[in-house]
Each structure stands twice: as structure tokens, then as C-alpha cells.
Nanobody, 127 residues
Framework: QVQPVESGGGLVQPGGSLRLTCAAS????????MGWFRQGPGKEREFVAA????????NYAESVKGRFTISRDNGKNTVYLQMNNLKPEDTAVYYC????????????????????WGQGTQVTISS
């Protein structure tokens, strides 16, 4: 099992940047694809980004493509979400999640079943 813990959220102005960090406990981190999801006020939880076990393949929601970058450091059991050119529409609680898979490389890690979730970190974009 793996337990993600998010950090790095905060309040930033439109156009600003933030980097979210997800630290995952356990010695089986490399057995999991990792994803970021978010839930804005009054909205359904939505997919943001995903990365496969190897780090070679990533997926992004269309709304964040070109602005956000997901990456992982398997040596540190950590996944990151670099968020640039932030917009008010990005305001949400951001969640890190893990999906167990036997495949080290997946073209579409967003399609996996994510069932290990962090507590979330608040990101607010406002002037």
C-alpha cells in the first residue's frame, strides 16, 4: 500500500506559479502510476495529470495542457505538479492519488483505477 501526502498549496495571483509536492510512503512507490486530481467549489472532482511508473508517459487534462507539468522522482518517492500561468479557474483542492499497475510503461496512465488518495491541498488563484 502507498499513502500520498500533498503539500505546496497556497494563494497566488493570476499568472503566477506553484509547485505541488506529493510524498508517498512505502517501499512500493515504483509499482504505482501517480495522478493529480482537483475539485473546485461546487464542482465535481476532475482529472488533472497522470504519470506512469517509469515517468516516460504523461497525460494532461485539456484545460491544463501546456501550463502544468507532472513529474516524479522514484528515488525520493515523490511526485510533483508544476503549475504555471495560473488562472482563477484553477482554484481547487488538489489531490494526489496512486494506481497500482504491473506495467512499468503505459501510454495512458489516466485510465487506471486510482484508489489511494491524499488529503488534498488548497490552491487559490485570486487578485
Amino acid at each position: 500500500q502507498v499513502q500520498p501526502v500533498e503539500s505546496g498549496g497556497g494563494l497566488v495571483q493570476p499568472g503566477g506559479s506553484l509547485r505541488l509536492t506529493c510524498a508517498a510512503s512505502g517501499r512500493t512507490f515504483t509499482s504505482y502510476a501517480m495522478g493529480w486530481f482537483r475539485q473546485g467549489p461546487g464542482k465535481e472532482r476532475e482529472f488533472v495529470a497522470a504519470i506512469d511508473r517509469s515517468g516516460a508517459n504523461t497525460n494532461y487534462a485539456e484545460s491544463v495542457k501546456g501550463r502544468f507539468t507532472i513529474s516524479r522522482d522514484n528515488g525520493k518517492n515523490t511526485v510533483y505538479l508544476q503549475m504555471n500561468n495560473l488562472k482563477p479557474e484553477d482554484t481547487a483542492v488538489y489531490y494526489c492519488a496512486a494506481a497500482f499497475t504491473t506495467a512499468s510503461a503505459l501510454l495512458n496512465p489516466r485510465n487506471l483505477r486510482y484508489d489511494n488518495w491524499g488529503q488534498g491541498t488548497q490552491v487559490t488563484i485570486s487578485s
